[in-house]
């Protein structure tokens, strides 16, 4: 009975957790949490919240516990080295030691380690410290994207059409940028249509996860603000409808390179997960960044199918053995579309602001499952905070019967509350298909 040690408050958590006690191992799950996560805590013989800036809270709670080995969820525990720290006191760890989180923390270190080990994918892109020659490099690019360097919470890239219209108004937002990042990175932008591909990895090798698309605007047809992801969808063949083979070929192809130059570079094996967001265009698989951990809400498409024990699948990514472990997951479609307040992503004078920290209630999900987000349990009941508010995840045997398992679920959520019902649709899919088609003249 191994003693696990999860450290993450979110659905992504949640659908983690779910995972790990689902192990013929029968594991004790213990969890560190920032916030209380009714659904991790309902998992867990014990939970601490803290904040995960508190390195000795965290290691205190693992040594205490007799943890065999802890699982990281989300990046702000990773990029403060909470990795690094459990290593001293003998912990190993399904994610990244800090120095090998950049590959998520610091765009500018992976689109150079990209470049330096001639591995395909990156954009045209320079890195600036200065504005000194940010203008002339604007000016090259057809389309523009502008990343500071830095955790951004998925919100701090800005692209031209959506964020601003012409090269000018790029070189001002530049100027803003570098006032409060050390670095800015100024890119191609692509067009094509966004896949997620979440890759386990051991330091050496690496393996895919069923691909999923995620909806990062507010508002149903991709219109409104950017947000942390409104929902996500997967196929029954774990491919997308509107990529080609190659296309997935292409971006495994780029993740298991990236893998090795990370060891070379560090001279320490990344192990842990490397999820790449990346976009398929006309001329093949492009990176557009990686992630050190799973998506959320990409992991509650994946982790209900897996059928390979994911405790197995974590000791192995620990001692270095995933060539040696046959990773299975399900055949089926899933759906995951997030309940989140009315006035999450809008602005503060917006009249359905409000809705944070409302009452809602939570009737007969059916089919459905469920994962907690930002909830906030009281004695009378379930409280929204100002963000994404509860996963509702449909699994079936077609993307359609997925769709309308979640959608009943969501309807059992009761309050001032909104979610994407487009997302899992023929027809948005079909605008997916169209768009590949046009772009590449099939
Ligand atoms: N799905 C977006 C993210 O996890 O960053």
Redesign the pocket.
């Known amino acids: 009975m191994p003693n696990i040690l999860l450290v993450g408050n979110g659905a992504?958590e949640h659908a983690m957790a779910e995972a790990v006690l689902r192990s013929t191992e029968k594991p004790l799950l213990f969890s560190y949490m920032k916030a209380n996560n009714p659904g991790i805590a309902s998992l867990s013989v014990k939970t601490k919240i803290g904040s995960y800036s508190d390195l000795a809270a965290i290691t205190n709670f693992a040594t205490e516990n007799k943890i065999e080995f802890a699982v990281i969820g989300p990046e702000d525990p990773l990029n403060n080295g909470v990795v690094d720290a459990l290593a001293i006191t003998g912990i190993p760890a399904v994610g990244p030691t800090k120095s090998l989180a950049r590959l998520e923390t610091s765009k500018a270190f992976t689109r150079n380690l990209v470049s330096k080990y001639k591995i395909p994918g990156n954009p045209q892109y320079k890195v600036f410290k200065a504005i000194g020659g940010v203008e002339e490099f604007l000016n090259t690019l057809d389309g523009i994207v502008l990343k500071p360097d830095g955790l951004t919470g998925?919100k701090g890239v800005l692209v031209q059409g959506d964020h601003f219209a012409t090269p000018q108004e790029a070189l001002t937002l530049c100027t803003q940028i570098l006032t409060e990042s050390s670095s800015l990175i100024v890119e191609e932008k692509f067009d094509g249509e966004e896949f997620?591909l979440q890759c386990l990895c051991d330091g050496q090798t690496v393996v895919g996860t069923p691909l999923v698309q995620?909806h990062?605007r507010r508002f149903d047809d991709d219109k409104g603000p950017n947000t942390?992801?409104m929902g996500?969808y997967s196929m029954p063949d774990h491919s997308m409808p509107f990529l080609k083979p190659s296309d997935i070929e292409e971006g495994l192809e780029i993740t298991r390179q990236v893998a090795s130059a990370l060891l070379k570079e560090t001279g320490s094996p990344y192990k842990g997960i490397m999820?790449g967001?990346f976009i398929a265009t006309k001329n093949g698989a492009k990176l557009l960044e990686y992630?050190a951990?799973?998506?959320?809400?990409?992991a509650m498409n994946i982790l209900p199918l897996l059928k390979t024990d994911f405790v197995d699948v974590c000791r192995h990514i620990i001692e270095g053995t995933l060539d040696k472990l046959k990773i299975e997951f399900e055949q089926k479609a899933t759906v995951c579309k997030y309940v989140v307040p009315k006035g999450y992503g809008l602005p503060a004078d917006h009249p359905d602001a409000a809705s944070s920290r409302a009452k809602i209630e939570i009737g007969n999900v059916g089919k459905a499952r469920l994962y907690y987000s930002s909830v906030d349990k009281k004695e009378d009941g379930l409280y929204l905070s100002s963000s994404r508010a509860i996963g509702i995840v449909g699994i079936a045997d077609t993307l359609d019967a997925a769709r309308k398992i979640a959608e009943e679920g969501v309807k059992a959520v009761s309050g001032p509350v909104a979610y994407r019902e487009d997302i899992g649709t023929n027809a948005l899919i079909q605008k997916r298909i169209d768009h590949m088609k046009k772009i590449r003249k099939d």
Do not use: I, T, V
Not at 293 to 298: A, C, L, Q, T, V
């Open positions: 992504r998925g997620s995620d990062k942390g992801g996500s999820y967001g992630n951990r799973f998506g959320d809400p990409e």
